[in-house]
């Protein structure tokens, strides 16, 4: 199906994306991947094909790609999978010897919010066979440079602690304030009897230093990082507030957030494993409330749902007549290219859960989309 009609130079006004949380505004979602749908998809080149997932290249940093070759080999050898989706998850497994950085997305729509606010979301659960209990963790970092080594590093470690931090040219900057100085703000310390990240979540004293344990292993981390270009890196986890940056002009670790953002230019979104973790991700997101830039300067994607239908009715009317008859069958999607360029429709299927039930999967065959166009995908 081919709809014309003439070109135009606009973005539809404030497209709308459904999220898992509705806080009663319209929101931008620049990332989202929940690994439902997707079946069972086993080895680190099958998935990351299918999520889009890239290694760093030799203009951004080889040791990078090639420490993450080295780690899927390493992790693969004997059979297991670095990578595998299965039951709604992405599991991660790095029984190499290298950090791994991975990229999820590297494009202008997130350089677009190196100068606003953004939040990043995501579920994980560390498993308890992680071989190494050296602090080791997972986390999505951004703002990512990586022939400069400089990103942004909100951590939570499997050993119960964790740090919000920038790194700069390699080097390790704090953006948190610890507790007991004169700001006050939460903080993921590692010290036992100040309020650590695990005593937080567990309500539990910690015995000693928890470094080195896997104190979290097999509890669900629900984690939102707010980042503010003018206010810094606020981390929540489950619910609750453990990191904050706090602005005042005293404050040593806003001033390492305003440093950060001055000398640095990473625009990648990047998934870190270290050594012997073992971790599932539930699901991972990033969205804002504004555009980053000028919409008619954004490569944003054009295609998106306008409707969707789950059932058409069991008891529908003939006109003029007492007859019914069901249309339980009659169910669709309308994607509308929302965009000012003809976009190409490639087939595909998609799935959604409803009422705690899995729908039937659509299909759009339609191979072109004129700006404006609709066209509606029939269940299959």
Known sequence: MLCQRPLRRQLLPRQKTALTMNTGSERYVLYMQDFEGLGTVSGADAVAALLGITSFGESENRFLGENHGYNVADTEKDGESFFEIKNGKLYIKNNGSFDDYVKLMSDDIFKSYRKTNFTIEYSMTYSADSADGCNGYSAVLFHFDGAKMSYAAPVIRISGYGSNSVYLNGTQMSVEDAPGTAHGAPSMSAKSGSGTLYEKLTGKEATGNLQGSESLAGITLNVRIEVSYTNGVTVYVNGKEVSETKQ???????????????????????????PGVSVAYDYIM?????LGTNASDM??????????????????????????????WLEYMEVTNGGDQLSTVFPFASGFVYQSAVAPSFRVSTTMLSPGCRTASFSS
Do not use: Q
């Open 286 to 290: 990033v969205y804002s409330d504004a």
């Open 248 to 274: 005042v002009a005293s404050s040593e670790v806003f001033a390492n957030w305003a440093y950060f953002l001055e000398e640095s230019e990473g625009t990648d979104l990047v998934l870190k494993t270290t």
């Open 299 to 328: 490569d944003i994607p054009s295609l998106y749902i306008t409707e969707v239908l789950l059932d058409g009715g069991t008891k529908i009317y003939t006109p003029n007549t007492t007859a019914t008859t069901g249309l339980g």
